[in-house]
Structure formats: C-alpha cells, structure tokens
C-alpha cells in the first residue's frame, strides 16, 4: 500500500475549522473565516473560532445545519485558453469555474494553466494527492505539446535539456520534436517555466497545451469538458 493511500484510507479526517467549512459549504477560506467571526458556527455546541481543529468524531454546524466532509471527489477538464484558474479573476478574466457545473465550484486545481495555456488540468477536494501531484520531492511528470513562433536550432535544444538559468534557478527539461513544435516532459511546476525558459534563448511560446499529468493522459476528452476520474488513474 502506498503513503497517498495510507493517509486517505484513514477512517477519521482531521483538518482545520476553515478548511472544513469551505469543503462542506463550497466556499473559500476566506469566506469561511468570515463565518467564523460573525459567530454562526458551533463546534460541539460551542461557539467555533477560527484555528480550531476539527475531525469526523466532531459535531460542526452553521446556521443549525449539520455540516459534514464531502467524499473525495477527482475531475480532469480540458481547460480552453483564455480562462483562469483563480475563481474571481482580478483582470475580469473569465475563470475556469464557468466551466464547471455547480456540483464542483467547491473543487480546487491540482497546479494551473496560465491564460495562455491549455489542456489536461486535474481538480479535486483531496488536498492530500494534490499535494503528491504538486509537491517538487514527488517530482511527478507532466507534458506539454509546444509550437514556437520560429525552428528551434539544435544547440537550444541541447542547452534546454541541459538547463537554463532563469531568475528563480535553473530550468531543464526533455524535449522530442524538430522545427516549431516540440513536445516538453517535466517534472517541475513553477510559474510559465515552459515559456520564460524559451524566452530566456529569445523564443516565444505560441501554443502551449498539457496534454499528460503523471498517469493521466488528456486523451479525446472535448475542450471545455469535464470528465470524472478515480484516485487510482492518477496517484
């Protein structure tokens, strides 16, 4: 049996008072702690406060309403360019949770796909593999179709898989492919790295679109679409 599943196995989930309530209630952390100090919420009869734990053995409620965790829930979408996946954009940009039917606006991104970028993006309420998926140590890999504005010379390609030093440290990942389009293997996930790596060698990145996460592969999935998936397709 492996870690991720030792720890979602457990019969008793034990988690922060904010982090519940967002859960059950679809709401952000934020929103959450607001409840928290307008005094609606009851831990054990009690009046909750924010910082405090709570797990299944508790009694929590707002508003006199029993609130219990959701089962896990995991969904790929095949995310269009143009959207964002923060839920209120600060730039009016259109935000990937309008795609999304109401049953998963409590679901969050396993990582994200810049404005730019489309493809494979993995959502789910199960902050436990989203950290095995994201967490550098697990260094799980992702690919990506690239196509630049212009033929990538041999000795950039070289230089790629080599690494390039970029202002947060060196970047290095494998390439296969010839001309404009290539394909990208990595394992890191640090902000448009695909992109500023190219720029770093005076490319620029026009289409970029993950198409695998670790097992999970886009596959025919339509943009725009969302698709249930198991913990097993993808831990």
Not at 147 to 161: E, K, S, Y
Not at 177 to 193: D, F, H, I
Request: net charge positive; aromatic share 6%; hydrophobic share 35%.
């Amino acid at each position: 049996m492996t870690s991720y599943q030792l720890l979602t196995n457990l019969s008793v989930r034990k988690m922060r008072i904010n982090q519940w309530l967002a859960l059950s209630l679809g709401v952000s952390r934020r929103a959450a702690d607001h409840l928290l100090k307008e005094g609606v919420v009851t831990l054990n009869g009690e009046i909750a406060t924010i910082g405090q734990n709570v797990s299944d053995n508790d009694e929590l409620n707002y508003n006199g309403q029993t609130l219990s965790l959701p089962a896990y829930r995991y969904v790929m979408l095949n995310k269009p360019i143009g959207y964002v996946c923060s839920r209120a954009a600060q730039t009016k940009a259109k935000t990937i949770y309008e795609l999304l039917p109401p049953d998963m606006a409590a679901l969050k991104s396993v990582g994200r796909l810049d404005k730019d970028s489309s493809g494979l993006l993995i959502l789910t309420n199960d902050g436990v593999l989203a950290q095995q998926l994201t967490h550098p140590k697990y260094a799980k890999n992702k690919t990506y179709e690239v196509m630049l504005d212009r033929v990538l010379n041999g000795l950039d390609a070289r230089r790629i898989t080599e690494g390039v030093m970029l202002d947060d440290g060196k970047s290095a990942f494998k390439l296969v492919g010839a001309g404009k389009n290539w394909t990208a293997t990595l394992s890191e996930g640090r902000n448009r790295q695909i992109r500023r790596t190219f720029a770093a060698l005076g490319y620029r990145v026009e289409k970029l679109r993950r198409t695998s996460f670790h097992k999970l592969a886009l596959g025919s999935l339509p943009t725009g679409q969302t698709r249930e998936i198991q913990a097993e397709d993808i831990e």
